[in-house]
């Protein structure tokens, strides 16, 4: 992480962290976690099509599936993301 373009803004009712990586870092983060005590962490995934793709077969599909019920599910591709929506493409 670079400190000085990372960020925090705090209001009554929200909080924001901006990450920033350093300029060697390359690649989509997968997850991150969060808490008040390192102890007691929560894990959160970003929004990526592999994440919504692994959660999407979770819920179609929770125990562990035969292929033919892994090739009838939907394909799923995420196509934008922005703070305010996020837009996803099933076949």
């Known amino acids: 992480l670079v400190s000085p373009e990372s960020s925090v803004s ?5 909080a924001v962290v901006g990450l920033a990586k ?3 870092s390359t690649g ?18 970003f929004v990526s099509e592999e994440n919504v793709d692994g959660f999407l077969g ?5 125990s562990p599936c035969s292929q033919s019920a892994l090739e009838s599910q939907p394909l799923i591709e995420v196509l934008d993301v922005t703070e305010d929506r ?5 076949e």
């Open 28 to 45: 989509l983060w997968d997850k991150f976690s969060f808490g008040l005590d390192p102890s007691a962490l929560q894990e959160r995934l």
């Open 86 to 90: 996020i837009q996803i493409r099933v």
């Open 58 to 62: 979770t819920a179609f599909c929770p």
């Open 22 to 24: 350093t300029p060697g």
């Open 10 to 14: 705090v209001s009554a009712h929200n």
